[in-house]
């Protein structure tokens, strides 16, 4: 068991108490561990990266934040900045709640690896193999103007599914036809969201209605962020013969010990939830609550849990996830993968010619390319600006906890970045 023991610095709690008159909720604290004993080594390690959060809740741009990193030397070291909530007097730290939204994709892309390992299918597998409700999709010959198709010719594999190049699309990302048809069928990216139609009951219910609306292209021919990672899902719980949520708690969530990483909130879980606001499109509000996505909404049970978008998670527990992929699927003292499995999730598998937003894209997650001065990173964000990445050419991964819409509207990470490189010793 990793045991860690929080370690505050004088630098630091005068600096959110005294010089600029915070309340004691704005403090900040930072802690150094490792799987083998802790080691109290204040802010230290991380004192570029402390400042960052700490000037973000100082200005009053965020309630609180937090963020976790995996060590190149081994251990793992936490910051963490701020309160859950403006007026709160409950610090944000490690064991803090956020929504993590798509996040939830590289635990989903994680999934279907230990699958493919196990032999019930392979990037290349067609899915009407193991959805036959795919046999006979369509593809739209004009998305803008209506829901006119024709068959589709190109065969839709697991690869596309993991990549975002089967042909889906998301309800929120326009406007065409295709999309308007999403959200009337409540074919939405995660509970919190409400369309004409209530919610699909089960995931084979998703499957039922996405087979009746066409593919916005080709399989395989065009990266479009989409709805993809849900229907990854049904391909899990069939090859595994189990629902999905079963599936990812047993062979991912139980091993590696992440049990603040859930679907739904628990009893007692809404103390540590952070509060999520939509502070406007350049970030400077008025901010406004989000609806939909209290503590009361993400109690109540889930129709599905969304594969693309549905968990809650704490730094302490992704950063743990995300140790076990930069360790070549090694969690502790449990194998959750193999190595060369955990290899290939990392990689970049794309169809050939295609980019995703300028790189390459693996199993959930982005892939920086060669020639990008983080070459060889992989990683994914939630839609409420929370971060994940491992970057195994500097042995090291790490996790930004905050909760802002829209996506980066409050734009902590182009400062994280390089004092986070600069506090590793990291030099690009």
Partial sequence: MIIERPHFDRRALLFGMGALSLPLGLSACASVGSSAEATPLGLDRLPLTQDVLNRFVAAGRLPGLAVGVALPEGGKAFVQAGTLDFGSFTRADRDTLFRIYSMTKLITGAAAAILMEEGRFGLDTPVADLIPEFASLKVATNPARGLAGRPAVNTMTIRHLLTHTAGFTYAHTGNNAIQR???KQGAFMATSSRGDAPLPASYDELITRLADIPLMFEPGTKYEYGISIDV??????????????AFVQRRILDPLAMQDT?????????????????????????????????????????????AGSGLLSTASDYIDFLTMLLNDGAGGRR????PETARLLRSDILPEGLTANGGGHGFGGWVARVGHKRAGEFGWSGNASTQAWIDPAHNFAAVLMMQALPYRSVNVLDELRPVLDADLGISR
């Fill in 335 to 338: 194998r959750i993968m193999k």
């Fill in 262 to 306: 859930v679907w739904r909130l628990r009893e007692g879980d809404a103390q540590r939830l952070a509060a999520l606001y939509n502070y406007g499109s350049n970030g400077t509000g008025p901010r406004q609550p989000v609806p939909n996505t209290s503590a009361a909404d993400l109690s109540r049970p889930v129709p599905i849990p969304f």
């Fill in 232 to 245: 990854l899902a049904v391909v899990i719980e069939r090859a595994a013969g189990m629902p999905f949520g």
């Fill in 181 to 183: 048809e999403y959200a």
